[in-house]
């Protein structure tokens, strides 16, 4: 994992900020910055910093805390992606699992293979919405006019969002919302323990192994 990120960093010429989403990057992040400097052939830019995530189909497995500081909801400018990417294949893999249930295990892994191989080529090139025997269009021309649908769709969504917000916040205190908008500000800055803001307060019930099941209103 150190070598494809300092490899894939190598790529981008002046970045000062990259975003790594990866299962369990609370734990791969605590030390990576040491194991590149103690290696004799990573390297990473100079004044570099890495903010970690993990993808939203693995957040829920993690402890608590993991919550608030690897969120992708949490991280400004990453948008709403969810971070994963096999994981998005299953649905497609469901359909096809019945025709693999009586096949031999090496027949099984070659059909899966290709069914992956497949949806991995149409995630590529788009070719949900453009076809893939058209040579006219080349697969980045593809993948940017995917970018762009995604985008507009993503104005379109901000303009909603923004008159619900705009329509909840003068029902609220002043001093509120300057407060949140300012624990906000410090979160997005410096991330770590700021990010606590964020937590999500559970009130766990009263035990009710006496058969009474007295729990808080």
């Known amino acids: 994992m150190d070598y494809t990120i300092c490899q894939a960093i190598k790529y981008f010429k002046d970045v000062t900020s990259v975003l790594v989403i990866y299962d369990i990057c609370c734990q791969w992040l605590i030390r990576f910055f040491q194991r590149v400097a103690s290696s004799t052939t990573l390297s990473l830019p100079e004044k570099l910093s890495v903010i970690g995530a993990i993808g939203k189909f693995h957040l829920g497995a993690h402890i608590k805390d993991c919550f608030h500081k690897f969120s992708l909801n949490f991280i400004q400018y990453s948008g709403q992606v969810d971070g994963e990417i096999m994981e998005t294949n299953w649905a497609?893999?469901?359909?096809?699992?019945?025709?693999?249930?009586?096949?031999?295990?090496?027949?099984?892994?070659?059909?899966?293979?290709?069914?992956?191989?497949?949806?991995?080529?149409?995630?590529?090139?788009?070719?949900?919405?453009?076809?893939?025997?058209?040579?006219?269009?080349?697969?980045?021309?593809?993948?940017?006019?995917?970018?762009?649908?995604?985008?507009?769709?993503?104005?379109?969504?901000?303009?909603?969002?923004?008159?619900?917000?705009?329509?909840?916040?003068?029902?609220?205190?002043?001093?509120?919302?300057?407060?949140?908008?300012?624990?906000?500000?410090?979160?997005?800055?410096?991330?770590?323990?700021?990010?606590?803001?964020?937590?999500?307060?559970?009130?766990?019930?009263?035990?009710?192994?006496?058969?009474?099941?007295?729990?808080?209103?």
Not at 196 to 216: A, Q, T, W
């Open 92 to 217: 497609s893999l469901n359909e096809i699992s019945g025709l693999t249930r009586a096949m031999t295990k090496a027949h099984r892994q070659e059909v899966l293979d290709d069914y992956m191989n497949d949806l991995n080529w149409k995630k590529l090139t788009g070719s949900g919405e453009f076809d893939i025997l058209n040579r006219s269009h080349s697969a980045e021309l593809r993948e940017v006019q995917s970018l762009v649908r995604k985008w507009k769709n993503a104005e379109n969504m901000f303009s909603k969002t923004k008159l619900a917000y705009e329509a909840l916040t003068p029902r609220l205190r002043a001093e509120w919302t300057k407060e949140w908008l300012a624990e906000e500000d410090r979160a997005m800055r410096e991330r770590g323990g700021s990010l606590r803001i964020y937590e999500v307060d559970v009130m766990k019930g009263m035990d009710c192994s006496n058969g009474i099941g007295n729990l808080p209103v």
